[in-house]
């Protein structure tokens, strides 16, 4: 009797063994390492985030490229902080942990490559001003000089942000003064006072009066040729991530990153 036990614990035990090991290999096993095993990346030492600091107008293709990005690496995280590209890079320079940065200015590049803290970077996209109006346009704006006019309420972004410089270069190229009843911080910002209905025109990127799908009208005029801003992108020096952010860089200079910002009507460089 007991040989027969101690023979049916001898065969019980082995089994129990090969289950329980099993059982640790499924869902039932440590969270920690099945993550690891399926999510880490092969490259970017185990990191699954990449931080992205860009340019308030690259929002809505930069959050396409990200689901593009996530869908090629399973199990990472990409993150954006989406503003001014002057504020972006003041932030990065006082120790923001990013790993990208994509400005829409070479000025504002500067102060982060100037800072030791990104190299070479490399120009992606061109944009350029149009005269953003509400829909029914209540001012009657056709031109550029018709932002002159006292009774037009007029709204542009802050002269140390990227579109704020372009728009008085536009306005410098013209021999034209307008005094804005609002300076804004970014673009988005700008263009959501004419969304509102608060002004009745705004200089805003191109870009940006496509991606309002129609909510406002957007007017061209020629001294915007001459104030066309170039977007640098680059992987900072201190990046977390620093191979993810060098494969996301990768995308957004690949044709497919080439193909989704220039149906969103950004311009090669």
Known sequence: ???????????????????????GCGSGGPATSTTAASSAPAAGGGAKEVTVFAAASLTGTFTDLGKTFEAAHPGTTVKFNFGSS???????????PADV????????????????????????VRNKLEIAVPKDNPAKVDELKDLTDSKVK???????????????????????????????QDVKATLTKVELGEVDAALVYKTDVIASAGKVQGIEFPEADKAINDYPIATLA?????????????????????????KAGFEAP
């Open 1 to 23: 009797m007991v040989f027969r036990r101690l023979s049916r614990w001898a065969i019980a035990l082995p089994v129990a063994f090969a289950l329980a090991g099993l059982a």
């Open 86 to 96: 002057a504020t972006l890079a003041q932030q990065i320079t006082q120790g923001a």
């Open 101 to 124: 940065f994509a400005a829409a200015s070479p000025a504002t590049m500067k102060t982060v490559t100037d800072a030791s803290l990104a190299s070479a970077p490399t120009t992606f």
């Open 154 to 184: 007029v709204a542009l972004c802050a002269e140390q942000v990227p579109c704020g410089a372009a728009a008085i270069k536009a306005l410098d190229a013209a021999g034209l003064k307008v005094k804005p009843v609002t300076l804004e």
């Open 238 to 262: 201190k990046a977390p991530a620093g191979d993810l952010a060098k494969q996301f860089v990768d995308l957004v200079l690949s044709q497919q990153g080439k193909d989704v910002l220039t």
